[in-house]
């Protein structure tokens, strides 16, 4: 009952409108309040979890988020069973940060709502509460252009240390709470880390050696005591960093007057990039033909090319390991590979890994799909560039071939753009002019 609500039920005083998010956990909606006439957020804990210790977990939930009283942190407006579904309501926001993000951000800006950033978990921090969660998607924007932090669901209270399970979101996750020991400094790693990705868009990966990708942006745009205090949230060693995020925002408020790069500063350095420029306008060129075809998301670690989760290899310089890592449109990821996975298919497409769901009930269908499984039994949709069938794990035979280029690699005859890569991005093997 309490997952897949449909558009116009009701629940009490609220009337379902759709469904904003859907999580591991329990799904979001947006909703009208009959009573008091205003369109709230309700979150819902899904149907198959709902026994008494993940009962008991929500309302750890609710108490935890009312014990934070501040203009950054998302107030819980009502919890109670409605219709026997618990239910959470909170305020309703424009969008996410992650939505946000979506669209180019000035220096200005990204300053700005890395400060409300560091203000709700500098006052967690001085409650001793370590989020452990930080990502856009926890961080909603109202029509004031105040961010609040929300989603206290695997929160901790601090004790030193704390073993917990490698709970949080792939990508932001400190090394020390990837292994279960959660602290402070892990949700300062965090931060550093969504911070770097609105000045840069670049989101760096482990192994986190600097320079990290991005880091030709993150200079131009931003002064040099700017790029040291990112470097510290961002240490790998934890003792390296700041002690929690109220240090953090103190060092933020003293740098942030004159963290923007001067005029001066940011010609001398484009004038530097003009060296690649060519190699700028190679990646445009292949953004606007081919960007949507292939979903290129991401950005190569070593070249900062423009990538897809689909490739093995990076086409502009052959790097080949983490281009999984590569930002997806997927609701979730498949564990082995980390590539972007539907929520109703039984195994990944990009990889031969174990059984990843299915995760719903419903059958999504996708404009995309452009095959079908060769095996009798199965034929079921295919994405383009699909290694594997998502349904019967069936390997694909097909050798794809991008819609507006003739050419294939000799190799492994998938399709290539031969005049703009040096690499097949398929088999990661040198593209011979």
Request: charged residues 30%.
């Amino acid at each position: 009952m309490a997952t897949g609500l449909q558009r116009r039920k009701q629940l009490g005083k609220y009337r379902i409108e759709a469904r904003l998010a859907q999580g591991g956990f329990a799904d979001v909606y947006r909703a009208y309040d009959t009573v008091e006439g205003i369109h709230v957020a309700l979150k819902i804990p899904q149907a198959h979890l709902m026994d008494k210790a993940a009962l008991e977990d929500f309302r750890k939930e609710v108490r935890l988020n009312a014990s934070l009283d501040h203009p950054n942190i998302m107030p819980v407006k009502n919890a109670s069973f409605v219709d026997g579904v618990f239910v959470i309501v909170y305020h309703l926001g424009e969008r996410t940060l992650y939505d946000r993000m979506l669209k180019s951000l000035s220096v200005k800006a990204a300053l700005e709502y890395a400060e409300q950033i560091l203000l709700a978990l500098a006052h967690a921090h001085r409650k001793r509460i370590i989020h452990c969660d930080i990502k856009p998607e926890n961080f909603i924007l109202f029509s004031d252009k105040r961010l609040r932090l929300t989603d206290f669901g695997i929160a901790k209270f601090a004790r030193r240390t704390m073993s917990a399970s490698g709970s949080g979101t792939v990508g932001y996750l400190s090394p020390e709470q990837a292994l279960g020991k959660p602290t402070l400094r892990s949700d300062v790693f965090a931060a550093g880390l969504l911070i770097y990705k609105l000045l840069t868009g670049v989101l760096p990966e482990w192994p986190f050696r600097w320079p990290l990708a991005g880091h030709a942006r993150l200079r131009e745009r931003v002064s040099p005591s700017f790029v040291g205090f990112l470097r510290r949230a961002l240490e790998v060693e934890e003792h390296k960093r700041f002690i929690d995020c109220a240090q953090m925002l103190s060092v933020f408020k003293r740098l942030k007057r004159n963290a923007q790069a001067t005029g001066k500063v940011r010609r001398k350095r484009r004038r530097e990039a003009r060296a690649v420029d060519l190699d700028a306008v190679r990646r445009r060129s292949f953004l606007k033909h081919y960007g949507r075809e292939l979903n290129t998301t991401g950005s190569c670690p070593k070249c900062e090319g423009p990538i897809s989760e689909r490739m093995l290899g990076c086409p502009w310089c052959g790097h080949a390991p983490k281009i999984s890592g590569a930002a997806t449109r997927f609701p979730a990821r498949c564990k082995r590979c980390k590539r972007g996975v539907k929520l109703d298919w039984k195994f990944c497409a990009h990889c031969y890994g174990a059984a990843i769901g299915p995760r719903s009930d419903r059958r999504y269908s996708d404009r995309e799909y452009a095959a079908r499984c060769a095996e009798p039994a199965c034929r079921g949709p295919l994405l383009p560039f699909s290694r594997y069938c998502p349904w019967c794990r069936a390997r694909v035979r097909r050798r794809w071939k991008l819609k507006h280029a003739d050419e294939t690699c000799p190799h492994c005859k998938w399709g290539i753009v031969r005049k703009l890569w040096s690499y097949c991005p398929w088999c990661a093997k040198k593209i011979e002019s």
